[in-house]
């Protein structure tokens, strides 16, 4: 985890030894000469600082005052006294300012280092929110980006190198998972790495629209087909045409209509109600669902002809239960979004990430987003906090492991987890294999064989 502390000092000796020191051990120092020019880059500071080490006497605002500014604008700052004078005098203004402690400047290095170490843990603990610039952003995560995803998981990843690799093609193509898992997401990938980006993608859920309705929306009508026709309409295949139509919820499709599918699919050709002619289209059709059509075959509601035609590429979602790695950005993500469209600056902190990839999420990531927006219109500070969480996040998710392999599962989970916090807490990997209690190539060994 990359730590960001502000050193304040004008004695620009120390400054640079001290950044020195600390830049060694991992941590992301900004320097600033005075008072004014610390509440300055406070002020303008996009992203929290962990530590402020300030120093006491400077020119034109003694340290003090300054914490004094700085608490007007981050109340919570953690801001260590970092000067020479340990009078009475010195210290009182210090804390009575909002100093979280006094640090001696003659400090041996590993005292000093220690004391950063575990006020940054504190910052994570009570302070740190859950911000997409944290995120590392790797080759595999920008590839995710770049086809349209949000998420660092292995699951993902391959999922993306699977639509690179057939979207270039025009077959059909099927896309199987549960509600929420953002099918949708992945269709319009197909498109934008398809040889039809310029043309329209197009979108119909089967399932939300009226049975009755859901012929002419396809296919579309011509004036006079029906009682209420009164000009002509052009369907979702006409509209789609030489782009792509995706056909969310294909298994509500009525039998009688999976007639007229099957013949688009055979023949590249549609009728629309009423119409005498028939109409050729060139349409990539992209079909989606979270129903089993093979069963649905077997018990004839699903026509076993259009189950073959559909099923000629197929890709499938993962539940976001089974892809926990992907929960800390997609939060990130929907944050950004809920602020950016409510006009105000509020977050995550970090303790309720726990929480978030313990929790089952039966409806996946649509469940996700709705409730990272519930949570931050509703908060009542600026920071929503594990306690704050709906109570469906403190019950038991899991059924406890009984047998053998569940509890071996249960540990390799666990270890895995735990050892990806204490890296994310850790100024260093060597600090990291020290809290963990082994040697560098085993926490090396754990990193590689989890992709941490």
């Not at 991992?26 to 996009?46: C, F, M, N, Q, W």
């Not at 993306?160 to 953002?182: F, N, Q, W, Y």
């Not at 498109?191 to 043309?199: V, W």
Request: hydrophobic fraction near 40%; charge should be negative; charged fraction near 30%.
């Amino acid at each position: 985890m990359n730590y960001r502390i502000l050193l304040v000092d004008d004695d620009r000796e120390n400054l640079d030894a001290t950044k020195d020191l600390l830049a060694s051990v991992g941590y992301d120092v900004t320097l600033a000469s005075g008072g004014p020019e610390a509440i300055k880059i406070v002020r303008h500071s996009k992203k929290d600082f962990s530590l402020i080490l300030m120093d006491y006497h400077m020119p034109k605002m003694l340290g003090s005052e300054v914490i004094q500014e700085i608490k007007k604008i981050k109340p919570t700052q953690q801001v260590l006294a970092f000067t020479l004078d340990d009078t009475k005098e010195a210290m009182r203004a210090n804390f009575l300012a909002g100093a979280t402690d006094f640090l001696d400047k003659n400090s041996d290095n590993d005292i000093l280092l220690a004391e950063i170490a575990n006020r940054c843990a504190k910052y994570d603990q009570l302070y740190r929110t859950i911000d997409s610039e944290d995120l590392p952003v790797d080759e595999k995560m920008q590839f995710i980006q770049e086809t349209g995803m949000i998420g660092s998981s292995d699951i993902l990843h391959q999922l993306c190198k699977d639509i690179r690799k057939i979207a270039p093609a025009s077959a059909t193509t099927m896309i199987l998972g549960e509600s929420g898992t953002g099918k949708e997401l992945v269709a319009k990938a197909l498109h934008k790495f398809s040889g039809r980006p310029k043309d329209r993608f197009v979108a119909i859920n089967i399932a939300a629209e009226s049975p009755q309705l859901l012929d002419s929306s396809l296919f579309g009508h011509r004036k006079g087909a029906f009682t209420g026709a009164t000009e002509n309409q052009v369907g979702k295949f006409e509209l789609a045409d030489k782009g792509t139509l995706f056909l969310d919820e294909i298994g509500d499709m009525p039998y009688e209509l999976q007639v007229k599918l099957l013949r688009v699919l055979q023949e590249r050709e549609i009728t629309p109600i009423g119409a005498n002619k028939t109409r050729s289209v060139d349409v990539r059709i992209i079909a989606a669902t979270h129903k089993d059509l093979k069963k649905m075959v077997e018990a004839g509601t699903f026509r076993e002809d259009l189950y073959y035609r559909l099923f000629n590429l197929t890709l499938e979602t993962t539940p976001l239960r089974d892809r926990p790695e992907d929960i800390e950005p997609l939060v990130a993500q929907f944050t950004n979004e809920v602020c950016e469209r409510n006009h105000f600056n509020r977050s995550f902190n970090r303790s309720c990430l726990e929480l978030f990839r313990t929790y089952h999420w039966p409806g996946n990531v649509r469940e996700l987003r709705s409730t990272v927006e519930r949570h931050l219109l509703c908060a009542e500070s600026s920071v929503v906090r594990k306690e704050d969480l709906d109570s469906i996040f403190f019950k038991p998710q899991h059924a406890k492991p009984i047998t053998l392999d569940e509890i071996d599962a249960h540990l390799e989970a666990l270890k895995k987890s735990h050892i990806s916090e204490i890296l994310r807490a850790a100024p260093s990997r060597a600090e990291a294999a020290r809290k963990l209690n082994i040697a560098q190539n085993g926490l090396q060994y754990f990193i590689k064989k989890w992709n941490l």
